[in-house]
């Protein structure tokens, strides 16, 4: 096998640069993409590239939506990825259809023309599609796919399932969301992307087929940390039973899960999407070109494990608050945020919930923001005309308290040396 420079897969800051070209612009939001624009999406690339793309439905959903396979390449080896079996995770769905158009406007490079021949790919994006009209983790039936590898109640899990069998492919991509909660390790650091190389049995045994989801694991970690330093994470390798992933590389398709995760922005949608392609970019090449054989395991092991609660949305370090007797203390307050998705058709709304869901001594978790609550208040806001700059009278601070698990919306006043009076430093409001 030739490996000349000009072959090889661009870098990952190049891969970056790439995926701006080709991502779509008629593509919304991935947590608001629904069905219809996944099937548009596939038909155009079909109608563009019929020599290219094989589209067929492999099944339907509980809601009688098609669940689409694609299928491209002619390698002897066969690739299966799908994404989104729990509604509410999309960032994936965007990111193949993504690869999917990159693949077919650059299918003359040499990267990708090797790939085409050493490899068949076979994608299904979005295998939960009545979920994600929902913005929800499981399906219509109210089965989450994930915990229905064996039992196979859910027409999705049949489809998934049926695929393999008929294909068996040698390695599967299986790709998430996780909560944005999720830490790297005790670094405080946001676990943008986590890793895993599924068991097959309770000892979390290697075989053949794990090592190299772990060399996979590997290859994606040393592309994505170039781009994200500390950012990546290794997901709780634990045998589950009831799972895909473990059950596939079981089965014979050792499966890589990708766990997208938070990132340290307010706009987090499109640095994901894009962390996905180079990820799924670099590993399908090196699994192409057998650089995935030689990488080295250690590289996925020594990966520091995500730490579910390691992290908060926002953090207001050492903030004072009122107590509801009226006496104040100090605190550090913990602000989490989740998405929901709202309206219909073209009217959807993309919501974030504040919530405050951690208070006291939070040195030991990391954010996405902090904002040093060094002398100033903490107090919920009340009424709709809380304006930063303006100045408040609090006579009853007791009725100001923060309290845990209630909204996040907030005001930071500082005190204005008069009994009683504050100015609005800052209003914390998130959507309704
Ligand atoms: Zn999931």
């Known amino acids: 096998m030739t490996t000349s420079s000009s072959a090889a897969v661009p870098a990952p800051q190049v891969l970056a640069t790439l995926w701006e070209q080709v991502h779509s612009k008629e593509l919304p939001l991935p947590p608001l993409v629904r069905h219809g624009d996944v099937e548009r999406h596939l038909k155009a690339l079909k109608e563009r590239a019929p020599e290219l793309f094989q589209l067929e439905v492999v099944g339907h959903s509980v809601e009688g939506r098609a669940l689409y396979h694609v ?12 994404s989104q079996m729990h509604g509410d995770e999309p960032t994936a769905t965007t990111a193949l259809l993504d690869f999917l158009e990159y693949v077919r406007t650059h299918r003359e490079e040499p990267w990708v023309a090797r790939l085409l021949t050493e490899l068949t790919l076979h994608a299904v994006p979005m295998l939960n599609p009545d979920g994600a009209e929902r913005f929800q983790r499981r399906n219509a039936q109210g089965i989450d796919i994930n915990r229905d590898a064996l039992a196979l109640q859910t027409p999705e899990a049949r489809a998934l399932k049926g695929l393999r069998d008929r294909l068996q492919p040698f390695i599967g991509f299986n790709l998430h969301n996780q909560g944005w909660r999720h830490a790297v390790g005790r670094t405080g650091k946001p676990a943008s992307i986590s890793l895993l190389a599924a068991a097959f049995d309770e000892a979390r045994s290697d075989n053949p ?10 290859v994606i970690r040393d592309a994505v ?15 589950e039973a009831r799972a895909f992933g473990d059950n596939m590389t079981r089965w014979g398709t050792p499966s890589v ?48 494990e995500n730490q579910s609660s390691g992290l ?4 207001l370090r050492g903030v004072g608050l009122f107590g509801v007797d009226g006496k104040p203390f100090t605190a ?15 009217a959807l709304e993309l919501l974030h919930v504040g919530r405050v869901e951690e208070l006291g001594d939070l040195r030991v978790l990391g954010a996405l923001e902090t904002v040093d609550g060094a002398g100033l208040f903490a107090v919920p806001v009340s009424g709709g005309n809380a304006k930063e700059g303006s100045t408040l009278r609090l006579t009853r601070p007791g009725q100001h ?10 005001m930071l006043l500082k005190p204005l040396g008069e009994p009683f009076m504050y100015r609005i430093e800052r209003v914390i409001r998130f959507d309704k």
């Open 332 to 346: 550090d307050v913990g602000i989490t945020v989740t998405r929901e998705v709202r309206g219909k058709g073209k």
């Open 71 to 82: 299928s491209l390449g002619t390698g002897t080896r066969h690739v299966l990825l799908w």
């Open 257 to 304: 899960l990708i766990e997208t995760g938070p990132w340290p922005s307010r706009e987090p949608d499109m640095p994901l999407v894009r962390l996905n392609f180079v990820a799924l970019a670099t590993a399908l090449d090196a699994l192409a070109t057998g650089k995935a054989a030689e990488a080295d395991v250690s590289r996925y092991e020594s990966i520091p």
């Open 312 to 315: 908060v949305y926002l953090l």
């Open 401 to 410: 308290a923060v309290k845990l698990g209630q909204r996040a919306d907030l």
């Open 225 to 239: 940390e170039t781009l994200v330093p500390g950012q990546v994470g290794r997901y709780d390798d634990s045998f």
């Open 209 to 218: 087929g794990r090592v190299l989801a772990k060399k996979v694991c590997a």
